[in-house]
C-alpha cells in the first residue's frame, strides 16, 4: 500500500501519451556513448545494456549512432550506414520492444570533433568551418587523439550531408526503431552551423541566426519527410558551449530553433539545461533558462542535464518540461525508475568504465534493486 501511495504521488512516475506513443512514466535514458560496439557494429552485448534499462512504456534514446563514413569520431561507436549495421541493430530494438518499450536511434555527425584516423582514406573532418579545436585532452574525458583541421564544406556539398541522415533515418525505421533523434548538440556537426563561435561562413548556411540554423533545419525537413514528423525528435544545447561550440545569444537561438521546429510539427525537442557547463558535471546553476523555449515549442518537451530524482520531480510538476532524460543515473541504475518509485538509493556511477570496451564491466553488471532480476 506504501508504494501504491508513493507512486501515484511522484510526478516523474506518471503517464504521458508522447504523440502515438503511451508513455508509462517520464523516465527517459539519455544518450549515452560506450564504445562497445566494436568497427561500428552494434554487439549483442547491445542487447542486454538495453533491455535491462527498459519498462513497459519506457522512453529510451540510443547512444550517438553515425550517418555515414565521415560522422566518427571516436573508437567503437555505433553506425546505421549500412545493411550490416541495420541487421545489428535489430535484435537490439526487439529486445526493448519485448519488454513494452519504446526506441528511438540517435544520428549523428560529428563534424570537426573527429581525426584524420577515423576517416575514410585519412582524410581532414569536414564541417560549416576550417577552423580546428585547440589540441586538448576532450572534455568529456576521451583524450586518446588530438583533433585534425577540418576541412570546410562548400555550399553544393551540404545537400549530400543533409541526405546522409535522411537516409540514416530510414535505415533506423528499417531496423525497426520507433523514431530518430537528430543529434543537434554537444559541440557536434549541427551544433557548429548553428553556432556563431564556430560558424564563419557567408553562403546561405552561415552569418545570420536563420541561416546557421537552416542546416539543422534542412536535415529536420528531409528525416521528417522521410519516416514523419510524428517519429522526429531533435536534441540541443544551445547554452553549451562543448567542443569550442559556444554562442554568443544563446536564449536568441534557442527560440529560433523552438519556433522553426513548429513549422515541422516533429514529435519533441530535447534540451540540455544550462547549468551543464561542462560534460559530466554542473558547474554553474541557472535553473530555469530553458522555459522560454518550453514555452514556444507546441510538441513533447524533454529536459537533461544534471537532474536528480526531487528536481526532476519539481521540473515535471511546476510544468517546466514534459520528460526527464537521465544520463549517468541511468547508466549506473538499470532499473532506475523502481529506484525512484521506492526512493532507494542508487548505485554510484563509475566513471572510469564509461566508454571502456568490456562488454560486461561497467556495462551490464551494475546491480539492480533486486538481485536477481535482470
Ligand atoms: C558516458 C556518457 C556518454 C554520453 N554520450 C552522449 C551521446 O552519445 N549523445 C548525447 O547527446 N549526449 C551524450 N552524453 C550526455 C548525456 O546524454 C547527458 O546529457 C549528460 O550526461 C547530462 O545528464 P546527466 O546529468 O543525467 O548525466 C553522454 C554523457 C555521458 C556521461
Redesign the pocket.
Same mark, same amino acid.
Given at each position: 500500500m506504501e508504494n501504491v501511495v508513493t507512486k501515484q504521488s511522484i510526478p516523474l512516475l506518471t503517464p504521458y501519451k508522447m504523440g502515438r506513443f503511451n508513455l508509462s512514466h517520464r523516465v527517459v535514458l &539519455?544518450?549515452?556513448?560506450?564504445q562497445r560496439s566494436y568497427g561500428n557494429v552494434p554487439q549483442l552485448h547491445a542487447v542486454l545494456y538495453y533491455a535491462q534499462r527498459t519498462t513497459p512504456g519506457s522512453l529510451l534514446i540510443t547512444? &550517438?549512432t553515425g550517418v555515414s563514413d565521415t560522422a566518427q569520431g571516436y573508437q567503437d561507436t555505433p553506425g546505421i550506414w549500412t545493411k550490416e549495421h541495420v541487421e545489428a541493430w535489430k535484435p537490439i530494438v526487439e529486445a526493448v520492444h519485448a519488454k513494452g518499450g519504446i526506441i528511438f536511434c540517435?544520428i549523428w555527425h560529428v563534424g570537426r570533433v573527429s581525426n584524420k584516423s577515423f576517416q575514410p582514406n585519412g582524410q581532414a573532418p569536414i564541417s560549416c568551418t576550417d577552423k580546428p579545436l585547440m589540441p586538448q585532452i576532450r572534455s568529456?574525458g576521451i583524450d586518446e587523439a588530438m583533433f585534425t583541421p577540418p576541412r570546410r564544406l562548400s555550399t553544393e556539398e551540404i545537400p549530400t550531408i543533409v541526405n546522409h541522415f535522411r537516409l540514416a533515418a530510414r535505415n533506423a525505421m528499417e531496423a525497426g526503431f520507433d523514431g530518430v533523434e537528430i543529434?543537434g548538440?554537444?559541440g557536434y556537426l549541427i551544433d557548429q552551423f548553428m553556432k556563431d563561435t564556430v560558424n564563419d561562413r557567408t553562403d546561405e548556411y552561415g552569418g545570420s541566426l536563420q541561416n546557421r540554423c537552416k542546416f539543422a533545419l534542412d536535415i529536420v525537413e528531409a528525416v521528417a519527410n522521410e519516416i514523419g514528423p510524428d517519429r522526429v525528435g531533435i536534441?540541443l544545447s544551445p547554452f553549451a558551449d562543448y567542443m569550442e561550440s559556444g554562442d554568443t545569444n544563446p536564449q536568441a537561438l534557442a527560440l529560433h530553433m523552438a519556433e522553426s521546429l513548429n513549422k515541422y510539427g516533429i514529435l519533441y525537442c530535447h534540451v540540455?539545461e544550462a547549468r551543464?557547463k561542462t560534460?559530466?558535471e554542473i558547474t554553474e546553476c541557472h535553473p530555469h533558462t530553458l522555459t522560454p523555449m518550453r514555452k514556444a515549442f507546441s510538441g513533447t518537451f524533454i529536459a537533461?542535464?544534471?537532474?536528480k530524482r526531487e528536481d526532476g520531480n519539481e521540473a515535471v510538476d511546476k510544468g517546466r518540461t514534459d520528460l526527464v532524460? *537521465?544520463?549517468?543515473?541511468f547508466?549506473a541504475n538499470p532499473d532506475l525508475p523502481k529506484r525512484f518509485e521506492v526512493d532507494a538509493e542508487l548505485n554510484k556511477y563509475d566513471r572510469s568504465t564509461? *566508454?571502456t570496451s568490456d562488454p560486461v564491466v561497467g556495462y551490464t553488471d551494475y546491480p539492480f534493486l533486486d538481485s536477481t532480476a535482470s
Open positions: &539519455a544518450p549515452l556513448t560506450r547512444e &550517438a540517435q568529456n543529434h548538440a554537444n536534441r540540455v551543464m560534460m559530466g537533461a542535464g544534471g537532474f532524460a *537521465y544520463g549517468r543515473l547508466l564509461f *566508454y
